[in-house]
């Protein structure tokens, strides 16, 4: 069955800390993997994604995250927070071609000024 | 790209009464399509998803059910809701090895 554990389930950090969000999967097959930001009162929005290739990914404002296949892992990472940070984090796998697209339960971060 | 179009944002319904939740995708043929809850500590729940017309796939065995009458649309159906259906609901399409873009949401009252 495929799965995705965050256990993270709430971070409070201060400005300029450094992130890093863990997320890892079941799944024996070929994955795709994203994290998807969710700020206060709006929509889910893309980070960044993996499907192949350079196992490190850059995504939008900062953030970065490693596929490591013989951990099922695809930790969330960011140098230095800022307030803005503060939303909440999702990390999602998918199978081979997306037709089954599973969300982990969610990391709330918190930014303190 | 995809627009995803869901209606309505909100709904207030009466224990018992029936349910229908549509969602219409543009720009793309032939999507993955996934209907999912979300609750606060509990993400977002796979209720059902599609690869293609009339195919539906269940992920949580419940007073739900799903249906993909054309290609680009896809509809969350209950014939009596129960007051644990409460929830916001999205209806997400994604393409063969691309992101998942999702609706606005409906929040859905049980009362």
């Given at each position: 069955a495929q799965s995705v554990s965050q256990h993270n389930h709430h971070v409070i950090l201060s400005e300029a800390a450094s992130l890093e969000l863990g997320c890892n999967y079941s799944y024996g097959g070929t994955v795709n993997l994203f994290w998807y930001v969710q700020y206060p009162g709006q929509h889910l929005q893309l980070l960044l994604k993996y499907?192949?290739?350079?196992?490190l990914v850059k995504g939008i404002k900062g953030f970065e995250a490693e596929f490591i296949k013989s951990k099922f892992s695809f930790n969330l990472r960011k140098p230095s927070v800022q307030w803005s940070d503060t939303a909440e984090y999702f990390c999602a796998v998918g199978d081979f071609g997306n037709e089954k697209l599973t969300f982990g339960t969610g990391t709330r971060l918190t930014i303190i000024p | 790209s995809q627009t995803i179009h869901q209606w309505p944002a909100t709904l207030v319904q009466p224990v018992g009464s029936p349910l229908s939740l549509e969602c219409t995708v543009e720009g793309t043929s032939n999507p993955n399509l996934y209907w999912y809850r979300q609750a606060a500590g509990r993400g977002l729940q796979l209720l059902f998803y599609s690869v293609g017309i009339g195919q539906i796939s269940s992920e949580v065995p419940q007073n739900l059910s799903a249906s993909r009458p054309q290609d680009r649309q896809f509809i969350l159906s209950s014939k009596k809701l129960l007051l644990s259906d409460s929830g916001f609901y999205l209806c997400a399409c994604a393409i063969r090895n691309t992101e998942a873009f999702f609706g606005q949401g409906t929040r859905l009252t049980v009362v």
């Amino acid at each position: 069955a495929q799965s995705v554990s965050q256990h993270n389930h709430h971070v409070i950090l201060s400005e300029a800390a450094s992130l890093e969000l863990g997320c890892n999967y079941s799944y024996g097959g070929t994955v795709n993997l994203f994290w998807y930001v969710q700020y206060p009162g709006q929509h889910l929005q893309l980070l960044l994604k993996y499907f192949s290739g350079d196992p490190l990914v850059k995504g939008i404002k900062g953030f970065e995250a490693e596929f490591i296949k013989s951990k099922f892992s695809f930790n969330l990472r960011k140098p230095s927070v800022q307030w803005s940070d503060t939303a909440e984090y999702f990390c999602a796998v998918g199978d081979f071609g997306n037709e089954k697209l599973t969300f982990g339960t969610g990391t709330r971060l918190t930014i303190i000024p | 790209s995809q627009t995803i179009h869901q209606w309505p944002a909100t709904l207030v319904q009466p224990v018992g009464s029936p349910l229908s939740l549509e969602c219409t995708v543009e720009g793309t043929s032939n999507p993955n399509l996934y209907w999912y809850r979300q609750a606060a500590g509990r993400g977002l729940q796979l209720l059902f998803y599609s690869v293609g017309i009339g195919q539906i796939s269940s992920e949580v065995p419940q007073n739900l059910s799903a249906s993909r009458p054309q290609d680009r649309q896809f509809i969350l159906s209950s014939k009596k809701l129960l007051l644990s259906d409460s929830g916001f609901y999205l209806c997400a399409c994604a393409i063969r090895n691309t992101e998942a873009f999702f609706g606005q949401g409906t929040r859905l009252t049980v009362v």
